[in-house]
């Protein structure tokens, strides 16, 4: 009975959201009334919508995004899946706040060197990187690098050492590849505010990666202001860094995936190289290119499709086809994870048992996906 309903005004008040909250989450799909006035269009709540409100409340204020408040409405009762969002979303919150600490570190040192300034050079920074595992992890992030002249900052690899990792970082701003590589001994903090990171220009990441190629089981890597050195196997190149700020990357790199699914690489690139395709004008420069639209079921099986309204509960999201088959090369040959969360996310490509090495596609818009 209609006595029995909230008013949208009763909701907002009894569950802290705002009228125009109320309405935005009815036009998302999130939250929609019990009734309808078809003369009117005022909305009416079932007494029953106000714990999904009041929790819906909850969410919104610790900032979960809109893709995973769906998914902790929706999800099943006693499934986990709520449970899973939530905890995904406390690791993003944390990791953010460990790198908002590292920024103020070094806010501070660069306002201490504003203020107390010195004339002496910093020293270099050295630690010793296992070969094999740097050249892989070069091979892993090349070819994300950027090449358009108007963005010089991304036209090279980022080398940034954080503790025992040293992070290499590429991105063109359509894809991000990001790859780890573990010290035999943890890199200890600058000397004399000395470089942690750099950016290697692409021709140095290209010597360097034929350099590793020697054979020898290790290579020396020295971070100097402006510059960057690497040894091994009785060799040696050096050169010039790029002189600029990279983005900050920790930030595009923290996701919150609502669906994972692992495949074989072999298999994701032959359903990509035979599958359908449509061209879209999603290219760096504004030009067309083949776009590839994935879709998970709720089967849990990937597939590429052409179009056609997908299954309730299907999840989509269209990606440059160019830009997926050159991450899988740097994905390996063996097990993907592919993390999905809908067609306005970014899609993840993961190698299975390496966390730290990983692909990111922005997704292309297609009109009738969102």
């Given at each position: 009975?209609?006595?029995?309903?909230?008013?949208?005004?009763?909701?907002?008040r009894?569950?802290?959201?705002?009228v125009?909250a109320?309405?935005?989450?009815?036009?998302?799909?999130?939250l929609?009334?019990?009734r309808?006035?078809?003369?009117?269009?005022y909305?009416?709540?079932?007494?029953?919508?106000l714990?999904?409100?009041r929790l819906l409340c909850?969410l919104?204020?610790?900032?979960?995004?809109?893709a995973?408040?769906?998914?902790?409405?929706?999800?099943e009762?006693?499934?986990g899946?709520?449970h899973?969002?939530?905890?995904?979303h406390?690791?993003?919150?944390?990791?953010?706040l460990a790198?908002?600490?590292?920024e103020l570190?070094?806010?501070r040192?660069l306002?201490d060197?504003?203020e107390?300034?010195?004339?002496?050079t910093?020293?270099?920074?050295t630690?010793?990187?296992?070969?094999r595992?740097l050249?892989?992890a070069?091979?892993?992030?090349?070819?994300a690098?950027g090449s358009?002249?108007?963005?010089p900052v991304?036209?090279?690899?980022?080398f940034?050492?954080?503790?025992?990792?040293?992070r290499?970082?590429?991105?063109?701003r359509?894809r991000?590849a990001?790859?780890?590589?573990?010290?035999p001994v943890p890199?200890?903090?600058?000397?004399d505010?000395?470089?942690?990171?750099?950016?290697?220009?692409?021709?140095?990441?290209d010597?360097i990666?034929?350099?590793?190629?020697?054979?020898a089981?290790?290579?020396r890597?020295t971070l100097?202001?402006?510059?960057v050195?690497?040894e091994?196997?009785?060799?040696r190149?050096?050169g010039a860094?790029l002189?600029h700020?990279?983005?900050?990357?920790?930030?595009?790199?923290?996701?919150?995936?609502?669906?994972r699914?692992?495949?074989?690489?072999?298999e994701?690139r032959?359903?990509v190289e035979s599958g359908?395709?449509?061209?879209l004008p999603s290219g760096?420069?504004?030009?067309d290119?083949?776009?590839?639209?994935l879709?998970?079921g709720r089967?849990?099986?990937?597939?590429?499709?052409?179009g056609?309204?997908p299954?309730?509960?299907d999840?989509?999201?269209?990606?440059?086809?160019?830009f997926?088959?050159?991450?899988l090369?740097a994905?390996?040959?063996?097990?993907?994870v592919?993390?999905?969360t809908g067609?306005i996310?970014?899609?993840?490509i993961?190698t299975?048992?390496r966390?730290g090495?990983?692909?990111?596609l922005?997704p292309v818009r297609?009109?009738?996906?969102?």
């Open positions: 009975m209609e006595s029995d309903l909230r008013s949208i005004g009763e909701l907002a009894d569950s802290g959201l705002g125009s109320l309405r935005f989450y009815d036009g998302a799909d999130v929609t009334p019990a309808v006035d078809p003369q009117t269009g909305r009416w709540y079932a007494p029953g919508q714990a999904d409100a909850r919104r204020r610790v900032g979960l995004p809109l995973g408040i769906r998914a902790v409405l929706g999800a009762p006693g499934s899946t709520a899973q969002v939530v905890d995904a406390l690791r993003h919150l944390e990791a953010g790198d908002a600490r590292r570190s070094l806010i040192t306002i060197q504003r107390n300034p010195v004339t002496a910093p020293a270099a920074h630690v010793t990187v296992p070969a595992e050249a892989e070069l091979g892993a992030v090349r070819f690098v358009d002249p108007e963005v991304l036209s090279g690899v980022l940034d050492l954080d503790g025992g990792l040293l290499l970082v590429a991105t063109d359509y991000m990001l790859a780890e590589v573990p010290l890199a200890p903090g600058a000397p505010g000395g470089p942690t990171a750099a950016i290697v220009p692409t021709a140095l990441v010597g990666r034929a350099l590793l190629g020697s054979g089981e290790h290579a890597l100097g202001p402006g510059s050195r690497v091994t196997g009785g060799h190149i050096e860094a002189d700020d990279y983005p900050d990357y920790r930030s595009l790199v923290r996701l919150d995936p609502v669906h699914v692992g495949l074989p690489a072999a994701l032959g359903a359908a395709t449509r061209r760096p420069h504004g030009e290119c083949e776009v590839t639209v879709t998970l089967d849990g099986r990937l597939t590429v499709v052409d056609g309204d299954a309730p509960g999840v989509r999201v269209a990606v440059n086809r160019d997926l088959l050159d991450a090369p994905a390996g040959p063996g097990q993907l592919l993390e999905l067609p996310a970014p899609l993840a993961r299975a048992g966390d090495t990983f692909s990111i922005m297609v009109p009738e996906l969102v």
